[in-house]
């Protein structure tokens, strides 16, 4: 491990005490407002909509194809932002959506700089602009999830899978963390030696650069609730479900990624999770955090015909050059729902508070 990544590092610690308390006010928010005189805001609420693939709903079909630029985000028209804005329109919460720039792939630092979306073409065409130009000074509602991508967590899928390592998946972007180490012993690499000091880099990072995002947001759009959404739980805590393929699917949910590697993937997640809380509460005013992992344990990739989240290659709405993606992991259409009832849940007791 490089000295230059072990001097970048600092400690989770410093902001752990103060985030303790805020913790509960800022979990609190995922529930609906309460009081009788709680009541919708009169006006439309001028929104922006931020993120990576969860945010995007890469998957499910039919995908944003309206401009070029943003055709390898693999964002859906009907992504929970869009089912979310419609679930407040019928409680009449009315959002103005002034742009929806989630984009899959993009890691948490896109959010200030430009994300090549299709990289083997080094082309222009296909770079779109930093997710905070879309911020203007009348943003009153700024929602989304990023994080995952920082953390790494393709790079760890692909470090547990020789599948996914293999050419037919080389549009998914990341590469295993170290190839020279075979996919079946990814457990204990990621937890000892330099997978494991790696895998500590890269959520620390994710947490830092989510405090710079909420920061950023909160300069762009003064006056804007900033909403930080987290993301679905992957992994149940009886990881032998994993070991049934779902109704009508021949694959395994995780396919060939070792069974003794799921409660791996699964505390990356809590760790995240922690660490995208820690951020929230770091903001301490006009943010709140959506905690899906807390929520989604009975719709997880191994919970059959309950799964909010597709098998990593059982295949998805999603297409490309004729040929239909595998969900790699993210949310199906039971997935979206529950992400979008969620997020309308938190925004409409922001919004009242």
Same mark, same amino acid.
């Given at each position: ?8 590092? @600092? ?22 407002? @309460? ?13 922006v ?15 944003n194809?309206?401009e ?13 932002? %869009?089912?979310a ?11 103005? @959506? ?24 080094? &082309? &222009? ?36 899978s ?5 050419? #037919?998946?080389g ?6 963390v170290?190839?020279d ?6 457990? #204990?690499?990621?937890? &000892? ?22 920061d ?17 739980r ?16 021949? #694959?395994?949910?995780? %396919? ?9 993937l ?21 943010? %709140? ?5 807390s ?9 059959? %015909?309950?799964?909010?989240?597709g ?11 004729? @040929? ?6 993210h ?16 925004? #409409? ?5």
């Amino acid at each position: 491990m490089s000295t230059t990544m072990r001097t970048t590092k @600092t400690s989770l610690t410093r902001r752990a005490a103060a985030a303790a308390v805020a913790l509960g006010s800022c979990l609190a928010l995922a529930s609906p407002a @309460t009081g009788a005189g709680a009541a919708a805001p009169a006006d439309p609420v001028p929104t922006v909509f931020f993120g990576d693939s969860y945010t995007a709903n890469y998957g499910i079909a039919p995908h944003n194809l309206d401009e070029q630029k943003r055709a390898f985000c693999f964002q859906s028209k009907e992504n929970y932002p %869009a089912v979310a804005t419609r679930s407040l329109a019928e409680k009449g919460i009315t959002l103005t @959506t002034q742009a929806d720039v989630s984009c899959g792939g993009a890691l948490a630092h896109h959010f200030w700089t430009e994300h090549e979306t299709f990289p083997v073409s080094g &082309s &222009s065409d296909f770079t779109v602009a930093a997710q905070q130009e879309a911020l203007k000074p009348d943003t009153e509602l700024v929602v989304g999830s990023m994080g995952g991508n920082t953390a790494g967590f393709v790079n760890i899928l692909k470090q547990c899978s020789d599948k996914l390592r293999s050419g #037919e998946h080389g549009l998914l972007p990341g590469a295993p963390v170290d190839a020279d180490q075979p996919a079946a012993t990814c457990a #204990e690499f990621f937890t &000892s030696g330099d997978g494991k000091e790696w895998l500590g880099y890269r959520i620390e990072q994710a947490g830092e650069h989510l405090e710079e995002l909420l920061d950023r947001a909160g300069y762009f759009a003064p006056d804007a609730q900033r909403v930080l959404v987290g993301y679905p739980r992957l992994v149940p805590a009886d990881t032998t479900k994993c070991m049934t393929a779902a109704p009508g699917e021949t #694959e395994l949910p995780f %396919a060939d990624v070792p069974a003794d590697a799921l409660p791996v993937l699964d505390q990356v997640q809590r760790r995240l999770n922690d660490v995208m809380k820690m951020a929230v509460a770091d903001a301490e005013t006009n943010a %709140a955090f959506v905690d899906l992992y807390s929520v989604t344990g009975a719709n997880t990739a191994c919970d059959g %015909a309950d799964r909010g989240i597709g098998g990593l290659l059982e295949t998805s709405q999603a297409e490309l050059f004729g @040929t239909k993606l595998p969900w790699y992991a993210h949310p199906n259409i039971k997935g979206r729902d529950l992400q979008a009832q969620h997020v309308a849940t938190t925004i #409409e007791a922001v919004l009242n508070r």
